[in-house]
C-alpha cells in the first residue's frame, strides 16, 4: 500500500534517541519509523523500556533538561521538520498542534492551582487571549466532553475530584487548542476498568468530533484492540512489527507479537498453562548482536544470530522484523 | 468434598475519620462491611474488584496483618481471636502473603539468602548455617531461579524475578494458604504470564490453596477455580469460574466483564459503560451498595439492602433484581 504524502501527518524516520548516562549511552530508541495518517489513531505497544515512551516524549520535544537527545533521524508533521527548529517554535508546537496526555493523572496536573488555572494558562499562551475570554473557553470544552459541573469544577482543586475525573481533565488540557496529533501516554493504566471503559469511550467519541489523530501508547494489547487502527509493536527501541490492527491480531508475523498475544489470559478461554514468552528483555548495555528478540525467540536460527533482520513488507501493508518472513528462511516475502 | 480451610464470617474493618468543624464527628469508612466466606483446601479463590472496595484490606484480615473490627475467621476450624500468641505463631506458619510491587516488598539491604532465610529462622524450622543454605537453594529451585542467585541483593533482579523471590519467601514455612495480593499487575504481560505458570505449578506440586487478588478479571478468571466480585466492602457475586463468565447475574459483574478490553478479533462489542464511579465507603446509607451506578435498580434497590444468596449452583448473588 503506498500512500499518497497529504494523507501523512506524523511522520517519524529513522528516529535515534540516545540517553548519556554516566554509566554509559542507553540507546531507548534505536531507529524507529512510525508513519500516523490524518485522522487515524495508532497505537504503539511494547514492555516497559522498549523505547515506547522516549519516541512520545522525541516527538513532543520534551528531551530538553535530561540526558536524552535525539542522534540522528528525522520527524515532520505535516510536512514540516519539527527536530531542528529553535527553543521557541518548538514551544508554539507543544500544546499548540501536538499535545500529550500523560499516564499519571494524579501527578502531571498541579495541585496549587485551580483546574481552570490549569486549563486557561494553554489558551492565553497560544491565543493571546484574556483571562475572562480563556475561562470560558474553559468550560465550554469541560461542557463538551460531558464534564458535570462544569462552571464549578473550574475553581477546584486536583485533589477533589477523582481519578477518572482528573484524566478527563487532562483530556481536555490536551484538547484546548485543536491539536493536530494527541499523544497518549498509557492514559488509562492507572484506572480501574469500568473508568477505563469510559475513558476509552470518550476519547472514541472525541476523535470523531474534534478529528485529531492519536498516537496512543499502552502495554495492553487489549486497549490497541478496543480502539487503535493500526499498530506498532515496539521491542527493545526497535519497531519489530506494525501492520493494522485487524492484521496484526488475525496473523501475526514476528514470534514476539505472537508471543505477547497468546500470553495474556483472555476471558472465557480456560487453559491449564499459558503459553509464555521465557526470559527477560535484554540489558540495554548487553544487546545481542543480531535480533534483539533472538535470546527469547523459540523459533530462531544461526541467521538471528549473527545479522539483525531489516523489515519485510507483506501485501496488506503489515511490516515484520523478522528473518522467517523472508521467501528463503520459509517465509512469504 | 475436601476441607474447609478458610471461612470468614461477618468479617467487618471500619477506619474511623475524623470530620466536623473540630473534628468532633467521628465517622467510618466502612472498608470489609461483614463479609461472610469460604475457601476448601487445594482450592484457588479469586477476588477481584476495583480500587477502594476492600480486596486487599480483605486479604491484610486474613493474614492477621491488621485488627479486624468484627467478626470471626477460622482456618482449618481454629478461630483466630480465640488463640493465644504462641499459637497465634504456628497458625501464622500456615498462612503467608505475596505482595503486589516486588520492588517495595523485598528489603534492598538484605540478601536474597537472608530474605528467605529470615522466615526460616523465627519460625525455627532449619538449623545451622548448612541446612538454611541448602533449604534455601531448593526453594530458590522451586520458584526457577538457581542457587549462584542467593548470595545476590534485590536490585539485581528484574521485576519477575524479585516476584519470584517474594514467592520463595512465603514457601520457606511451608505454608498451606498464601494470599497473592495482585502478584503481578506490576509485572509486564510477557512476565505476568510466567509467574502466573509458576504459581499454578507450585500450587499442584505444593499442594497449596491460594485466595487471589487482583483487579483484572482476565487474570483472576484464569488461576481461580472460584470467584468472587467484591464492590464497596462486599461481595456482590461469587461463582464457579465457569458459571461467573457464562451467566454473570450481578449488573456490576456484567459491567466489569464487558468493560475489558480484549486482545482479540471481535466485532467492537457495544459494552455497558458504567455512569459515574464507586461511591464514597464513609457510612453507605442502607441500600445495594452498586444502586448509583445501576442501570436497573428500582425503588427497592435504594431503600433495601440485598443479602448474598444462593440462585443454584454453589451462584451467589446479591441483587434483587436477579432474585426476581
Known amino acids: ?333 | 468434598m475436601s476441607k474447609v480451610l478458610l471461612r470468614t464470617e461477618n468479617l467487618k474493618k471500619y477506619y474511623p475519620t475524623k470530620s466536623g468543624v473540630l473534628g468532633t464527628k467521628t465517622e467510618y469508612v466502612k472498608s470489609v462491611d461483614g463479609v461472610s466466606f469460604e475457601v476448601k483446601e487445594g482450592e484457588v479463590f479469586g477476588i477481584v474488584g476495583e480500587s477502594g472496595c476492600g480486596k486487599s484490606t480483605l486479604g491484610k484480615l486474613i493474614c492477621n496483618l491488621i485488627d479486624k473490627t468484627d467478626g470471626v475467621i477460622t482456618i482449618k476450624d481454629k478461630n483466630l481471636s480465640k488463640l493465644s500468641k504462641k499459637e497465634m505463631r504456628d497458625v501464622r506458619k500456615d498462612i503467608q502473603m505475596v505482595f503486589q510491587d516486588p520492588y517495595a516488598s523485598l528489603n534492598p539491604r538484605m540478601s536474597v539468602r537472608d530474605i528467605i532465610a529470615e522466615p526460616l529462622i523465627i519460625h525455627n524450622l532449619a538449623h545451622g548455617k548448612e541446612e538454611i543454605d541448602k533449604r534455601v537453594i531448593e526453594l530458590l529451585r522451586h520458584v526457577g531461579l538457581d542457587g549462584y542467585h542467593a548470595q545476590r541483593y534485590p536490585h539485581e533482579f528484574s521485576g519477575g524475578q524479585r516476584q519470584r523471590i517474594g514467592i520463595a519467601r512465603a514457601l520457606a514455612v511451608k505454608p498451606k494458604l498464601i494470599i497473592a495480593d495482585e502478584p503481578v499487575s506490576a509485572l509486564d504481560v510477557s512476565i505476568q504470564s510466567q509467574v502466573l505458570n509458576l504459581m499454578n505449578e507450585l500450587k499442584n506440586k505444593l499442594n497449596l490453596t491460594y485466595v487471589f487478588i487482583a483487579h483484572d478479571l482476565s487474570v483472576v478468571e484464569h488461576i481461580s477455580d472460584r470467584i468472587g466480585v467484591m464492590y464497596l466492602g462486599n461481595f456482590v457475586e461469587v461463582a464457579d469460574k465457569y458459571e461467573m463468565y457464562k451467566n454473570p447475574l450481578h449488573p456490576y459483574t456484567q459491567a466489569l466483564l464487558s468493560a475489558i478490553p480484549l486482545p482479540t478479533l471481535h466485532d467492537r462489542r457495544e459494552r455497558i459503560i458504567l455512569k459515574g464511579e464507586i461511591t464514597s465507603p464513609i457510612e453507605p446509607k442502607k441500600a445495594c451498595r452498586f444502586a448509583g451506578r445501576c442501570w436497573c435498580a428500582t425503588d427497592e434497590c435504594h431503600n433495601n439492602e440485598p443479602a448474598l444468596k444462593d440462585m443454584g449452583n454453589d451462584h451467589f448473588v446479591s441483587c434483587f433484581q436477579a432474585f426476581k
Open chain 1, 1 to 333: 500500500m503506498q500512500e499518497k504524502e497529504s494523507d501523512i501527518l506524523l511522520d517519524i524516520k529513522n528516529l535515534h534517541t540516545y540517553f548519556f548516562t554516566d554509566n554509559g549511552v542507553v540507546k531507548s530508541v534505536d531507529g524507529v519509523d512510525i508513519t500516523l495518517k490524518k485522522g487515524s489513531t495508532l497505537g504503539i505497544v511494547g514492555e516497559s523500556g522498549s523505547g515506547k515512551s522516549v519516541t512520545a516524549l522525541s516527538v513532543m520535544n520534551l528531551l530538553t533538561g535530561t540526558k536524552g537527545k535525539i542522534v540522528e533521524g528525522n520527524i515532520h508533521l505535516d510536512g514540516k521538520d519539527i527536530v531542528n527548529i529553535s527553543e521557541e517554535e518548538k514551544r508554539k508546537l507543544r500544546g499548540g498542534d501536538i499535545a500529550m496526555i500523560f499516564q499519571e493523572p494524579m501527578t502531571s496536573l498541579n495541585p496549587v492551582l485551580k483546574i481552570g488555572d490549569q486549563i486557561s494558562e494553554a489558551i492565553i499562551e497560544h491565543f493571546k487571549t484574556s483571562k475572562k475570554e480563556a475561562l470560558d473557553k474553559t468550560i465550554e470544552i469541560l461542557k463538551k466532553i460531558s464534564i458535570p459541573r462544569a462552571e464549578k469544577i473550574v475553581n477546584e482543586y486536583p485533589f477533589q475530584l477523582s481519578g477518572g475525573m482528573r484524566q478527563r481533565i487532562m483530556i481536555a488540557m490536551a484538547l484546548v487548542c485543536n491539536p493536530k496529533v494527541l499523544i497518549a501516554d498509557e492514559p488509562t493504566t492507572a484506572l480501574d476498568v469500568t473508568i477505563q471503559a469510559q475513558i476509552l469511550e470518550l476519547m472514541n467519541e472525541l476523535k470523531k468530533i474534534v478529528g485529531t489523530s492519536v498516537l496512543f501508547i499502552t502495554h495492553d494489547l487489549g486497549v490497541i484492540a478496543e480502539i487503535c487502527d493500526e499498530v506498532v509493536v515496539m521491542y527493545c527501541g526497535r519497531v519489530v512489527e506494525s501492520g493494522d490492527v485487524l492484521s496484526i491480531f488475525k496473523k501475526p508475523r514476528h514470534p514476539y507479537t505472537e508471543g505477547l498475544l497468546k500470553s495474556i489470559p483472555k476471558l472465557g478461554e480456560h487453559v491449564e498453562i499459558l503459553e509464555s514468552i521465557p526470559g527477560n528483555v535484554p540489558n540495554p548495555k548487553y544487546m545481542p548482536k543480531g535480533c534483539k528478540f533472538e535470546p527469547r525467540c523459540s523459533k530462531s536460527f544461526d541467521k538471528c544470530r549473527e545479522e539483525e533482520p531489516p523489515f519485510f513488507t507483506y501485501s496488506n501493508g503489515q511490516k515484520s522484523r523478522c528473518w522467517l518472513c523472508k521467501k528463503e528462511y520459509g517465509g512469504e516475502v
